[in-house]
C-alpha cells in the first residue's frame, strides 16, 4: 500500500497503460494498436472499464477499438492458450488489469492501449516465463541458457524481435499523437471554461 500511495497519492487525471500485446484473433495484425473498452482479468475476478472519451480520441486517430484485453499472469506462449483466451478477449498482456484498477480507484480516467507484437496464430519462440525475474524484467542469462538449449529457435527469436521492435515503434508514434490530441483537448476545454 505504501507504493501505491507514493505512486497515486496526487492529482491524477488520465491513467494510460500502454505495451504490447499478443493477438486472440486472427484479423489483428502485427503492430496494429488496439485500444480496449474493458479490461479482464479472472485471477482477480475484476473489469476495468475505458473511460469513453479517452477511448472515441484513441479512435479517432487510429487505434482499432476492441472489447478486450485480457490481463494474464504469465507470458501466454501457444496458440492453443491463445485459442482458448480468444473466447472472452481480444488481446492478452500482463500489466493493464492492475495498473488501470489502482488507477481508476485514485480517481483517474483509464484506457489500455497496445500494441500487437505476435499473431493468434503463433507459438512464442522460447518460454519467456522462464527468463523472467521476480520483479517481471527479462534476464538477459537466462535467456542466453534458453537459447543454448534450444538452439533451432534462434530463428523464430530473431523474427519475433523484429515483431516486437515494429510493435513497439508504432505504439510510440501513435503515443505521441494521442497525448498531442488529448492536450489540445484539454486546453480547448479550459478555454471553453474560461469564456
Not at 488481446?91 to 480516467?109: I, Q
Request: proline content about 2%.
Amino acid at each position: 500500500m505504501q507504493t501505491t500511495k507514493k505512486v497515486w497519492d496526487c492529482d491524477v487525471d488520465i491513467c494510460i497503460s500502454s505495451g504490447l500485446a499478443g493477438a486472440l484473433r486472427s484479423d489483428y495484425q502485427i503492430g496494429q494498436v488496439l485500444a480496449a473498452k474493458m479490461v479482464y482479468s479472472a485471477d482477480w475476478e475484476k473489469t476495468v472499464f475505458a473511460d469513453k472519451s479517452l477511448l472515441r480520441t484513441a479512435v479517432a486517430i487510429g487505434a482499432r477499438e476492441v472489447g478486450s484485453f485480457y490481463s494474464a499472469d504469465h507470458v501466454v506462449l501457444s496458440a492453443i492458450e491463445k485459442q482458448e483466451l480468444a473466447k472472452r478477449s481480444d488481446a492478452v498482456e500482463m500489466e493493464s488489469g492492475e495498473v488501470l484498477y489502482e488507477a481508476a480507484a485514485f480517481g483517474a480516467r483509464v484506457i489500455a492501449i497496445r500494441g500487437i507484437s505476435d499473431s493468434a496464430e503463433e507459438d512464442l519462440p522460447l518460454d519467456f516465463n522462464r527468463v523472467t525475474t521476480a520483479t517481471g524484467q527479462v534476464s538477459l542469462p537466462r535467456v542466453l541458457g534458453e537459447v543454448a538449449k534450444h538452439l533451432n529457435a534462434v530463428p523464430s527469436l530473431i523474427r519475433f524481435g523484429q515483431q516486437s521492435r515494429m510493435a513497439a515503434e508504432k505504439l510510440a508514434e501513435f503515443l505521441e499523437r494521442y497525448v498531442q490530441a488529448l492536450a489540445g483537448e484539454r486546453k480547448r476545454l479550459a478555454g471553453e471554461a474560461v469564456s
